[in-house]
């Protein structure tokens, strides 16, 4: 899920390579607010998927494009984006149950990332340490046998929150807006 420290940081290849990224990652004060802005990357776009999305099957998530779409967004660095993909489906699960544990616990992962590129450190943890728990919840619930869920290790994905909740915010000025961590969230 992450990467070591001697890899380069290459995002891995897109899970739904025919639907664009947005042109930009939405960042307060720097960026214009995609859906309030005029000058937002999604203001007032049409989209051809339905108003509310359908929630994805547990069983069968490689087959919710908002799903794989959210995990794309996340690996390419747009946090913000990525968590309104994932709320959808988080609403559309009724928010409550297992799934839409994992899914809140996903979308505090992305807040997560969102934090850290604003360069609000106590957000950061604020909302890695949200994302352990919920992570933790979701494995909990899921019981001992359960390994992977919606493609992905649970407990791995709440160690990883929990060393982003515990690892100090540095960011670096030469690369403003970047991640100042390296999680790329691979499914199996």
């Known amino acids: 899920?992450?990467?070591?420290?001697?890899?380069?940081?290459?995002?891995?290849?897109?899970l739904?390579?025919?639907?664009?990224?947005?042109?930009?990652?939405?960042?307060?004060?720097?960026?214009?607010?995609?859906t309030r802005d005029r000058d937002g990357h999604s203001f007032a776009v049409e989209s051809?998927?339905?108003d509310a999305p359908a929630p994805p099957d547990a069983e069968n998530w490689r087959f919710c494009p908002d799903y794989l779409?959210?995990?794309d967004l996340f690996n390419h660095g747009y946090c913000w984006e990525a968590h309104e993909a994932w709320e959808g489906l988080?609403?559309?699960?009724?928010?409550?149950?297992?799934?839409?544990?994992?899914?809140?616990?996903?979308?505090?992962?992305?807040?997560?990332?969102?934090?850290?590129?604003?360069?609000?450190?106590?957000?950061?943890?604020?909302?890695a340490r949200t994302a352990a728990r919920l992570f933790q919840a979701?494995?909990?619930?899921?019981?001992?046998?359960?390994?992977?869920?919606?493609g992905f290790d649970v407990h791995a994905l709440a160690a990883q929150a929990k060393a982003l909740r515990d690892r100090p915010l540095a960011v670096n000025p030469e690369?403003?807006?970047?991640l100042p961590f390296d999680l790329v969230l691979r499914p199996e």
Not at 1 to 14: I, K, L
């Open 175 to 178: 690369a403003p807006g970047a």
């Open 69 to 71: 779409y959210g995990i």
């Open 48 to 50: 051809d998927a339905p």
């Open 138 to 150: 979701a494995a909990q619930q899921l019981g001992p046998k359960s390994k992977c869920y919606m």
């Open 90 to 127: 988080w609403v559309a699960c009724g928010r409550q149950g297992t799934q839409a544990i994992f899914l809140q616990a996903l979308i505090n992962l992305a807040a997560t990332g969102f934090k850290a590129r604003w360069g609000s450190a106590r957000g950061m943890q604020a909302n």
């Open 16 to 34: 739904l390579p025919d639907r664009a990224l947005p042109p930009y990652a939405y960042l307060p004060g720097q960026t214009p607010h995609p």
């Open 1 to 14: 899920m992450s990467r070591p420290d001697n890899q380069p940081a290459t995002p891995p290849a897109r």
